[in-house]
């Protein structure tokens, strides 16, 4: 099916960005409020009406483009006139994010920001042209590929420049290669999780990296943020799957990436994984892919209390049993997980703490691994409940974003924090960042679960539901300052998956000192000397 595409006014039609312009991803797929959820927004947190509706894209007031009938015609020249456009129906799905900020934003009847031109690059020669003519012109660039981001890391900053282009780089949209001797697989950055993982099917393989923005977020997305899949328990972070990279910077080329392993000095790959479309264009990954896997299984399980089922995925993952997936949600989020769904396949009732495992690859492997997890957990004090909450946590694992923007219509702020630290400093850690975030939103109620593991530690998820209130985003802001100076005084690092973008960036410093600041603004200064990549976003 052709994207959909929407005239401006400058005559320009675009492909639309499959992200909703005010909410998360397809209308269609957008979920009411049980009566359950309704219910216990009442009771915990006074929540009964709905709120005060935002604006339609009609309605929305952008800032007139800044760019000239000159630079549009150079943008035009560089990459075809079809793929530019001024006009605000395009302008808007890129003027940012979709954090619970951006949504509120996104409700203003005021004049809001947006780039001034949206430009879509087909080839590499297409970027390093757009580039030139950026540097040469002041005008700051946003690498954009899923609009998935949740850190402000696509804010249309201009950064003291004359304007800013929402770089869309979705054409780049193929497989350009597979090495099945090596499992090795070629991708355009612009190609989405789906449409990535159907174009390696289609010849049996792979890639097996599921985030939450999955549906949305590409593959040059995951790269340059350091993306954590729901799968790293078996297939890594999206970071330990990339094997190579071609990236297109101001100054020149880089084909990162040529061997397994090796020790020609510091692996420069890892410049650009985390970079944020700060020092460069990822155009091209290249990935570690595995066969399809032929069977799968699935258990869940339930623990007394959150630190008898942490002990219990740190044995798991100190053994090395091999799980693909291994979760743990705390009480609270048991039980609104719970009321999130009638019933769970007629499983017993979940008290405690609920966890999730999942197996796949050959019948001997998922048997050996399966077992293997399963003695563990026993012996840790779980309890197993079979296979329906797991199989109906992998049914709904995409769609919990369009619970928040329910929830936002209903009045409830909802927003999500993330962090790891070490398996000792983690029970300090969450305590630490719920007392934070209740102190600076009274009422709130605070989830958390276990979203990823390693040998040494594990990754901690927040989300926050609050009765929305007056001023909701400096509200927000608060509480998310305040939580951010807590993860920091436990030891937790300032994001584990999310990325920096520019919530985080106050505390870079913090997270690798006044010489790794330097260090960075360095290697900046080198790549990107005109300053036009992604202001305001990753480096102090």
């Given at each position: 099916?052709?994207p ?8 320009a039609a675009l ?13 269609a ?21 709905d709120?005060e509706?935002?604006?339609?894209a ?53 004049a809001?920001d947006?780039?001034d ?6 080839s ?9 003519l ?13 609009g ?14 004359t ?5 869309d ?10 090495d099945?001797t090596s ?5 355009g ?7 990535a ?6 010849r ?7 985030p939450?923005?999955?549906r ?5 997305g ?20 990339v ?8 100054v ?10 090796s ?23 290249r ?9 799968k299984?699935?258990e ?5 209390d ?10 798991v993952?100190q053994?090395?049993t ?37 197996f796949e ?36 694992r ?8 329910s ?7 909802c ?6 630290a ?8 969450r305590?630490a960042v ?15 679960h ?7 530690g ?9 009765a929305?209130?007056e ?11 305040a939580a ?7 030891g937790?690092t ?7 973008g520019?919530?985080?960036?106050p505390?870079?410093?913090?997270e ?7 260090i ?8 990107d ?12």
């Open positions: 099916m052709a959909e595409t929407q005239a401006g006014p400058a005559g492909p639309l960005p499959p992200m909703k312009w005010d909410a998360w991803g397809d209308p797929l957008a979920k009411e409020l049980s009566a359950d959820i309704k219910g216990l927004l009442a009771a915990a947190l006074g929540v009964t009406g709120a509706p935002g604006p339609t009609d309605e929305v007031v952008l800032r007139p483009s800044r760019l000239t009938d000159a630079d549009l015609k150079a943008l035009a020249d560089a990459v075809g006139e079809a793929h530019v456009s001024a006009a605000d129906a395009d302008r808007l799905p890129r003027a940012g994010g979709k954090s619970t900020p951006d949504l509120l934003r996104r409700r203003s009847r005021e809001q947006a780039p031109a949206v430009v879509l690059p087909g590499e020669d297409e970027i390093a042209a757009v580039l030139a950026c540097a040469e012109r002041r005008i700051a660039v946003v690498p954009f590929g899923g998935t981001s949740v850190v402000g890391g696509l804010d249309p900053e201009r950064g003291g420049l304007a800013v282009i929402s770089l780089l979705r054409r780049l949209d193929q497989l350009l290669d597979l099945e499992g090795e697989a070629l991708l950055a612009g190609l989405t999780g789906p449409a993982e159907a174009l390696l099917a289609d049996g393989y792979e890639l097996g990296h599921y939450q923005s999955f949305f977020a590409t593959i040059g995951f790269a340059a943020t350091r993306s954590s899949g729901q799968d790293s328990a078996g297939h890594g972070r999206f970071d330990e799957m094997r190579g990279l071609r990236v297109v910077t101001p020149g080329v880089l084909d990162l990436g040529r061997a397994p392993a020790a020609a000095g510091p692996d420069l790959r890892e410049l650009f994984l985390g970079s944020e479309g700060t020092l460069g264009v990822i155009t091209a990954v990935v570690r892919v595995h066969p399809l896997p032929a069977v299984a699935y869940a399980w339930s623990f007394p959150f630190a008898t089922g942490t002990a219990a995925l740190r044995a993952e053994q090395g091999g799980p693909t997936v291994i979760r743990l949600s705390d009480e609270a989020e048991t039980m609104v997980n719970l009321a999130m769904t009638e019933q769970i396949g007629g499983s017993p009732a979940v008290s405690g703490c609920l966890a999730v495992t999942v690859g050959t019948d001997a492997l998922v048997a050996a691994r399966h077992q293997l997890t399963r003695e563990v957990l026993l012996a840790a004090g779980g309890t197993s409940l079979g296979e329906a909450p797991a199989r109906a946590w992998e049914h709904g995409f769609s919990a974003p369009y619970l928040r923007d929830l936002l219509g209903a009045g409830a702020l927003e999500t924090l993330e962090t790891a070490n398996w000792s400093r983690l029970p300090h850690l305590v719920t007392e934070a975030l209740t102190t600076a939103l009274p009422g709130a109620l605070v989830l958390c276990i979203s990823h593991v390693y040998p040494t594990a990754s901690l998820y927040f989300t926050v539901v609050a929305l209130g001023d909701p985003l400096t509200r927000w802001t608060a509480a998310k300052h951010g100076d807590a993860i920091v005084a436990a937790g300032i994001t584990h998956h999310h990325a920096v520019a919530d985080h960036r505390w870079m410093t913090d690798i000192g006044e010489l790794g600041v330097r960075l603004r360095a290697v900046k200064a080198e790549l000397p005109a300053g036009i990549l992604n202001p305001g976003k990753l480096i102090p």
